[in-house]
């Protein structure tokens, strides 16, 4: 099991560019959350996909939007890049209904825009 | 408002010492609290929770609600335990909420 999948790792871009982040799921697992984590900060809840649908969002403005598939992976898109957009992504997937309540995160994708 | 704050951004404690982690916390609710670190180019995990009570390398966490605190404590620290640790606590809309981390450096 390959764990939680994100591509690309790093990517740049500049102001006002669109980006679209990818996520795969840890195997058996059908919820994927999305962090941003700015430099010397910790993880800032985007939002929540489950059954194909955005079940929560945390404060993020509309130009953060997302995508679960059938097959539970996920995209995270941002528009309208801003610098402050600059960050490390995480993805994050977990079981829901599971025994606990882990977060299995992946390695995440350094955006940086310039 | 949910909060998790970690008072201490860098934490130093030689080899063998005792260490302690501090985690604060507001929350309407009860909460369930956890601790993830972060090895070097490693990523994020799951360290323990307190639902659990169980101790991880030797670490432990209790949970104070009483002060609102979920402080990490370890007898006697490895050099192996340098790393960025976050508190973090789960709302119930599954949303979890971190801590700004502790960097812990472990000198031998």
């Known amino acids: 099991d390959a764990g939680v999948t994100q591509s690309p790792t790093h990517l740049i871009k500049t102001r006002g560019q669109q980006v679209t982040l990818r996520c795969s799921p840890k195997s058996g697992h059908d919820t994927v959350s999305w962090y941003q984590q700015a430099l010397g900060q910790g993880p800032q809840f985007i939002f929540q996909y489950y059954e194909e649908e955005e079940r929560q969002r945390g404060n993020f403005p509309d130009r953060f939007s997302g995508h679960q598939f059938p097959n539970y992976s996920s995209e995270l898109n941002v528009n309208a890049l801003l610098l402050g957009d600059s960050a490390l992504y995480l993805c994050?997937?977990?079981?829901?209904?599971?025994?606990?309540?882990?977060?299995?995160f992946g390695s995440g994708t350094q955006l940086s825009v310039l | 408002a949910q909060r998790v704050t970690q008072p201490e951004k860098l934490l130093s404690v030689f080899k063998g010492a005792p260490v302690e982690l501090k985690c604060n916390y507001s929350?309407?609710?009860?909460?369930?609290l956890f601790w993830y670190v972060q090895y070097s180019r490693q990523r994020l995990q799951l360290l323990l929770r307190?639902?659990s009570r169980e101790s991880i390398k030797g670490f432990t966490a209790d949970l104070n609600k009483g002060e609102t605190s979920f402080h990490l404590k370890k007898p006697f620290a490895q050099e192996e335990d340098s790393a960025m640790y976050y508190c973090a606590l789960i709302s119930t809309g599954n949303q979890f909420y971190f801590g700004t981390g502790t960097s812990l450096t472990v000198i031998p």
């Open positions: 307190h639902i």
């Open positions: 994050a997937s977990s079981l829901e209904g599971g025994n606990d309540e882990k977060l299995f």
């Open positions: 929350y309407s609710g009860s909460p369930e």
